[in-house]
């Protein structure tokens, strides 16, 4: 607005000077010669200074207009003056806000990452206990697979595992039986080599009867699905005072069949009323297998302990194999028989007494042959913990009744264990 006054007025002050100027001329000039071109100049200037007019009111006009705009402005600029504190408190209020906002959203991250490591830990818990739940799946799965297995008995499982295995051990007049318990490449010698438990008191009747068994070895009659294999033995370790021993088979043979002997750390967990199973070559017939119970875990004979089973064995069990029922692996030698009576005894087929398998992994890691005892894992199920039972407590007034055996006085007549007599060779 002001370059417009400012053209306005410069454009006043040149119609001035001009008119001016001419003036000046008209004085100066009195020669008529220029009277008439001075004529027609202000004629001219006349006419233009009339179009300046037009122009300067049409310059006035809008010069009005922007007064009026000016004015206008300058109310507003009052106004907005006085409502400077107003716009300071909503500035003021903008800013909190705009604090409050960055807080909420700082809060909101906050909880985010709270949020997202409860996620995360609730999704850890959650895969763990799905990673525990398979587990126990699969062990409900194997636990059940063995209870079905203790339950319907597969027939050649039980042949593979416990008949086969047992071997016949023969002599002039004297007939026993033993455990094929390893049939490999022995880490010591790097040869195949086969080796059979049994008790002590065979051998030794074997070799009572054929002296020079000692240095030839005695018949060994090994089973196999159809056939039958002999070959010699002989005795390579002994321990009377337990009646075990060792016999190795003289041939580079390996036999498939081999007893599953129960881990030394598994030996302990043997209780009475746990289910058996004896096998041997009674009265040197076949293989045979009988079932029973572990009858008790303390017998005591000339400073050694001895298991009673109730499976009944006679003559010839002797250095058979004690299995267990359910798992179907050694855990004892059958030793001794029960007779009552003198002169002609009568045998008790179910208390038979055999040497546990602690003694035996005792003494042949004694003579460095423990390495012999083949032992591999099988599960046991035990259906009283699945059941969820759990002893009953004693009572008070009951429990020393309990805790100890009648007494009964030693008579003459009374059973006495011993060592079976030689049964006649078949």
Not at 226 to 251: F, N, R, W, Y
């Amino acid at each position: 607005m002001k370059r417009t006054l400012v053209e306005v007025s410069c454009g006043l002050a040149a119609v001035v000077v001009l008119i001016s100027f001419h003036h000046q001329i008209s004085r100066l000039e009195g020669d008529n010669r220029q009277v008439d071109d001075l004529r027609t100049r202000v004629e001219a200037l006349t006419a233009s200074a009339g179009e300046r007019n037009a122009d300067l009111d049409a310059r006035k006009a809008a010069l009005g207009v922007m007064e009026a705009r000016i004015a206008d402005l300058e109310q507003k600029i009052a106004a907005a003056s006085a409502g400077s504190a107003l716009a300071q408190n909503l500035q003021g209020e903008l800013t909190r806000a705009k604090g409050e906002v960055q807080h909420f959203r700082s809060q909101i991250a906050s909880d985010f990452e709270r949020t997202k490591e409860l996620v995360d830990a609730y999704i850890n818990e959650v895969r763990a206990k799905e990673k525990d739940a398979a587990m126990r799946l699969s062990e409900t799965r194997g636990a059940l697979a063995a209870i079905a297995g203790q339950l319907c008995r597969d027939a050649g499982e039980l042949t593979r595992s416990m008949l086969l295995p047992t071997v016949q051990l023969n002599g002039e007049d004297t007939v026993g039986s033993g455990t094929l318990v390893f049939s490999d490449v022995n880490p010591k010698s790097n040869k195949v080599e086969s080796y059979v438990l049994t008790s002590f008191h065979v051998v030794r009747n074997i070799l009572a009867d054929s002296p020079k068994a000692a240095n030839d070895g005695f018949a060994v009659t090994i089973y196999l699905p159809g056939e039958k294999v002999d070959v010699k033995g002989k005795m390579v370790a002994s321990q009377p005072k337990i009646d075990a021993a060792l016999v190795q088979l003289q041939t580079d043979r390996r036999f498939p069949y081999v007893a599953n002997v129960i881990a030394r750390a598994e030996a302990d967990q043997v209780k009475v009323w746990d289910p058996v199973c004896a096998v041997g070559c009674p009265l040197g017939n076949d293989p045979v297998p009988t079932q029973g119970e572990v009858s008790s875990l303390k017998n005591e004979l000339n400073g050694t302990n001895y298991w009673m089973i109730n499976a009944p064995t006679y003559f010839g069990n002797s250095g058979g194999g004690v299995y267990r029922g359910d798992t179907h692996q050694l855990i004892g030698v059958f030793s001794k028989i029960y007779t009552h009576g003198k002169g002609t005894p009568v045998v008790i087929p179910h208390m038979g007494l055999c040497t546990p398998v602690a003694a035996i992994y005792e003494w042949m890691q004694q003579e460095g042959l423990d390495h012999l005892l083949t032992s591999k894992p099988v599960p046991h199920v035990d259906l009283a913990a699945l059941r969820g039972l759990r002893p009953e407590p004693v009572r008070a007034d009951a429990s020393a009744a309990a805790a100890e055996p009648p007494q009964v006085a030693a008579q003459p007549a009374s059973p006495q264990p011993t060592a079976p007599a030689a049964a006649p060779a078949r």
